[in-house]
């Protein structure tokens, strides 16, 4: 775990996910707030998750809808202007993810000085974007390319919204990754944003990888964190933080406050 330790100065670190309104070129894009109504919404946002004391953040896309595999240019440029503008402001480790495209992320990664990113990079899916076809080998070779070796990759190695072509057991895919495509974490997942992982993947996939960090990726929730964090290494939450508890909406203050006391108490902080 020295990396995770390292980085983010906790066991079990929490990244709270800053999730970006609808960014130009996308159908739901707000052309009357226009990139000023990202920008102060993300600020709300990164300040709310930073003063509820989460150990992280990870700015997203999450509102692209509906999701291509491929990012646009218009979306990797808004994604660098707004993360950067917000640089100063930004007190904890951050990541970026953009969905779905891992070179678009290591790029604005490296640009912004992000210490890792979050996506999907191996595997083969059928998904509700097509057939989606990641390639590690490709990804860690551009990473190399521009100089970002120093930024972490975190793999979700059962992909939201989507089938994997094949049935090996989440367990084999784990080791099997660990071992070809050298991932510096690995994110279990539920079928999509908002829905928990399962206790029996989380701890399957631990027992195979060793001493690689593994995080819980989607449904982190109050009622389910203290089943869930022992079988983990950190958690990466964003709809339970949200007003309501519904992914598209801001930040609740108070949430985070909560969901951050249950961390502290199974941390035995």
Not at 53 to 74: H, I, K, Q, S
Not at 184 to 206: H, Q
Not at 223 to 244: E, T, Y
């Amino acid at each position: 775990m020295s990396w995770l330790s390292d980085l983010f100065g906790v066991s079990r670190p929490v990244i709270g996910m800053v999730h970006l309104p609808a960014l130009p070129g996308c159908p739901l894009y707000d052309v009357t707030t226009g990139m000023k109504g990202i920008l102060e919404r993300a600020r709300r946002d990164l300040d709310a998750l930073q003063e509820g004391g989460v150990d992280g953040v990870m700015f997203c896309n999450e509102n692209d809808r509906p999701y291509t595999l491929r990012a646009d240019p218009a979306t990797i440029a808004a994604m660098a202007a707004v993360v950067g503008e917000l640089r100063p402001a930004i007190r904890r480790p951050f990541g970026i993810d953009i969905l779905w495209d891992p070179i678009a992320a290591l790029a604005v990664a490296h640009a912004t000085g992000a210490s890792f990113v979050r996506e999907v990079f191996t595997g083969v899916y059928a998904s509700d974007m097509g057939l989606w076809n990641p390639s590690a080998g490709e990804a860690l070779r551009y990473r190399r390319a521009i100089g970002a070796e120093g930024v972490r990759v975190l793999f979700n190695i059962n992909a939201e919204f989507a089938a994997p072509v094949g049935n090996r057991p989440l367990a084999e895919v784990a080791r099997s990754v660990t071992f070809s495509s050298m991932p510096d974490g690995i994110c279990v997942s539920g079928p999509m944003t908002g829905v928990s992982v399962r206790v029996e993947d989380l701890r399957a996939v631990k027992e195979v990888v060793g001493s690689l960090p593994v995080f819980i990726n989607t449904g982190a929730r109050h009622d389910n964190l203290a089943d869930l964090l022992p079988f983990a290494d950190g958690v990466i939450v964003g709809s339970s933080l949200k007003v309501n508890g519904i992914t598209w909406n801001p930040v609740d203050p108070e949430r985070v406050r909560s969901f951050m006391a249950i961390v502290r108490q199974i941390r035995g902080e």
